[in-house]
């Protein structure tokens, strides 16, 4: 849970910002891996590189997952309704159920399916009035991303061995590659790049690190179910910070939400994974 209040900061930090997505995901990227980079030796005593080397096609494949999940939904953000993109993050946790069913067979429990419903609903009651009010574009690249994560959360489980450290470190480098030359990079100001370290150094990785190691702990299903909350504690930094009160719909879905995530996880039970 605390992984994914830090991570609902990135919107406010976005916003804060006043760059273009391109160069949101860029510097942010960079902030990472030099983070990243800094951190593992400290903690396993290898370099990253040397972490790669002995974690292999997993790792890399995980990266590479990070990469598309983080820099789509920024992009995403940046050319679609933010109201598109949360409807569309909602599907997060049965899109996680799904894809560790087929892939590694871990069947959700009974309790998880309905904390998966009843925050989807919570969702659906935020963003009813907004959905179809973004670009198709857009929309499509948020599925992206959802998928991603879900793709991610799977393999997480599946190899939960892997350093989530390094993971979060070389799919910062990853999307700093893959934004370099959309986006321009010098033209950022000091007080966005101030921003944007903030949130590349700190509360991105932190955050990011600390759900990828839940899934040591939690099935995909129930990891997938902490997404939903990012929306809601968006929607209240926003309120705080950015003076964007929230409609009395919001406060309905994000009660509902936080209702339905207690109910998820407060039997702790992991699927078995064959």
């Known amino acids: ?17 006043e760059v273009s997505s391109w160069d949101v995901a860029f510097w942010v990227g960079a902030f990472t891996f030099l983070t990243i980079s800094m951190v593992l030796p400290l903690t396993t ?19 590479i997952l990070n990469t598309c999940s983080v820099t789509m939904f920024i992009v995403a953000i940046g050319i679609t ?28 429990s009974r ?13 659906l009651i935020i963003v009813g009035g907004s959905i179809g009010s973004g670009t198709v574009t857009g929309d499509l690249i ?12 799977t393999l997480w489980r599946r190899y939960p061995d892997i350093s989530r450290l390094a993971v979060i470190g070389l799919g910062g480098l990853f999307t700093a590659l893959a934004t370099v030359i959309p986006a321009d990079p010098l033209s950022v100001g000091g007080g ?7 949130m590349g ?10 759900l990828a190691s839940s899934t040591r702990f939690l099935s995909a299903a129930q990891v997938g179910l902490f997404t939903p909350v990012e929306t809601v504690a968006a929607t209240t930094w926003a309120w705080m910070f950015l003076a964007e009160a929230p409609p009395p719909a919001t406060i309905v879905g994000g009660l509902l939400v936080i209702a339905a995530v207690a109910y998820g996880t407060r039997r702790r039970r992991v699927a078995s994974v064959s």
């Not at 849970?1 to 910002?17: A, E, K, N, Q, T």
């Not at 309704?81 to 599907?91: E, L, Q």
């Not at 998966?116 to 919570?122: C, E, L, Q, R």
């Not at 948020?142 to 959360?153: D, E, H, M, S």
């Open 1 to 17: 849970m605390s992984g994914v209040l830090l991570i609902s900061l990135d919107s406010l930090w976005i916003r804060l910002s």
């Open 45 to 63: 005593r290898r370099s990253i590189v040397a972490v790669v080397r002995d974690d292999g096609t997993p790792l890399l494949v995980s990266s």
């Open 81 to 108: 309704t933010v109201s598109n993109v949360v409807a569309i993050v909602a599907a997060a946790p049965v899109a996680a159920a799904v894809v560790a069913r087929l892939l590694i067979r871990e069947q959700p």
């Open 111 to 123: 309790r998880t399916w309905l904390a998966i419903a009843g925050s989807v609903v919570g969702i």
């Open 142 to 153: 948020a599925i992206v991303a959802v998928l991603a994560f879900a793709g991610n959360v």
């Open 192 to 198: 966005s790049l101030a921003i944007l370290a903030v």
């Open 201 to 210: 150094v700190a509360t991105g990785p932190t955050g990011r690190v600390s």
